[in-house]
C-alpha cells in the first residue's frame, strides 16, 4: 500500500461550516452515549466535502475534538482508508479503476490519457490545478468495465474516445453528466434483452 501524500501547505486553522455542524450533531446522534468516536469517517467525509476535496491535518485536529478522541486515533483512520485525501487534488478528483476486468477492457488507455492531459504522474494536480488522478482497486462496476470515478459519480462503459471527452471536458471546467457512455441503463445488457422477450409467457 502507497504512502499518503501529505501536503507541506497546511492552513493553520480549519472549522466546520454551520450546515455541516447540524449534520455532525445527527451523526453522533446515531451511536450510544461514550460512543461517539464512532462517528469519525462520517465527520472525515464532511471535511474533505467542504474543503474542496482534500483534508488538511487542522482538520483532523478539530474532529479530534469535537469526538473527544486523539487526535493520532483520526490519523490513523484517515491514513487507513484510500477514499481520504491529504493534499489537493483539484476541484475534479479521478479515480480510474484498473483491477482485472477493467484491465481487460482497456483501463490502460484511460490512464494513458490521464498522463497526456492531466499529469504524468498520479496524484499531481493539473497545470490548471482543476484536477489529479489516481489508479484504484475495483470500484464494484465491473459489469460495466472500464469505468471511472470523478469525485462522488461514475463514468462506465468508457473507451479511448469517450474518456478523452471527458477528461476534456472537466479540464474546461465543465461537468459531464455520470452515467454509461453507450447509455445502456444500469446493467442492461449493450444488445439489448436476451431473454423474458415475452411478457405473456413470462
Known sequence: MSIKKISKFQPELFEFNSDNLKKIKNEIKKYPKGKKNSAVMALLYL???QNQNWIPLAALK???????MSYIKVYEVV?????????????YFIQVCTTTPCMIRGSK???DICKKYISQ???DLSENKLS???EV???GACVNAPMMQVNKDYYEDLDKDSAEKLIKQLLNDDFPTPGSAKNRKNNAPEAGKTTLLDVKNA
Open 132 to 134: 489529479s488522478w489516481t
Open 47 to 49: 471535511a474533505q466535502e
Open 109 to 111: 488507455k484511460i490512464t
Open 62 to 68: 478539530c474532529i479530534a475534538n469535537l469526538l473527544e
Open 121 to 123: 504522474n498520479q496524484n
Open 137 to 139: 482497486e475495483c470500484l
Open 79 to 91: 491514513t487507513f482508508y484510500s477514499m481520504f485525501n491529504l493534499s489537493p487534488v483539484g476541484k
